[in-house]
């Protein structure tokens, strides 16, 4: 079984509050970026990494990235484009043929386990399409434009979902191209699976694996991480 992961890590960072995207920002002394290749690196059952990272970055990312370790699994470094959507699809294209799976995966999700990794490779291996997910804690309401409740949600039926997912390279191929037709992307890689019928599978993730948007992530994850090493 061959298994190649995608981190995407082009996106600006508005929300982050930065001039520099937050996938380059330091997380204990070390790009965030970083520390999420490495978790990859260290999964015994992934074979390859493709990088996306934002466009005229590449010189950057060779210097100031790539040069913190000697990756031995990184195959490509690919720009990414306009939207998310873009940039998977971007990544998509240089995935060998012979590949049974695909994992799409944040560049702002530094703290995710290895072993988490390998059991969603299992699960995918079993189902073809599936993603880590946490229980939602909070009551989630929806509103309308005028910011009224429409009404109260089933929390019990209620996910957040967390990277990376996980498909046979033929679904998840699929899913982009149609999309990639259509013009029409998704929040997420799953979503657009999903479209094509196929059912996605929730695998139980880690309150850890947070995604870092805003500084106060930054914050929160140095946290972690230091009580994680």
Not at 122 to 140: D, F, I, N, R, S
Not at 142 to 163: C, F, G, N, P
Not at 184 to 198: C, H
Request: hydrophobic share 40%; with cysteine.
């Amino acid at each position: 079984m061959r298994v190649e992961v995608i981190i995407v890590g082009a996106g600006k960072g508005v929300r982050f509050g930065e001039v520099r995207p937050k996938q380059f920002s330091y997380l204990c002394k070390k790009p965030v970026f970083c520390w999420t290749i490495e978790r990859f690196e260290k999964c015994e059952l992934i074979d390859k990494i493709i990088l996306v990272i934002p466009p005229r970055m590449k010189e950057y990312v060779q210097k100031s990235i790539l040069s913190y370790s000697d990756y031995t699994k990184i195959k490509a470094t690919v720009e990414g484009g306009k939207e998310r959507g873009d940039s998977v699809f971007q990544g998509l294209q240089v995935v060998d043929r012979d590949t049974d799976i695909v994992l799409i995966h944040d560049g702002v999700r530094p703290l995710i386990f290895p072993h988490l990794i390998e059991r969603l490779i299992h699960q995918v291996e079993k189902y073809g399409a599936a993603t880590l997910a946490v229980p939602m804690k909070e009551t989630v309401k929806e509103v309308s434009r005028e910011s009224a409740v429409t009404q109260t949600l089933d929390r019990k039926k209620l996910y957040s979902i967390q990277t990376p997912q996980g498909f046979k390279r033929e679904i998840i191929w699929k899913a982009y191209q149609t999309a990639s037709q259509s013009g029409q992307w998704a929040s997420d890689d799953a979503a657009l699976v999903e479209k094509t019928g196929k059912r996605v599978m929730i695998i139980l993730g880690d309150e850890m694996n947070i995604k870092i948007t805003t500084s106060l992530d930054l914050k929160l994850a140095e946290i972690l991480l230091r009580n994680s090493v």
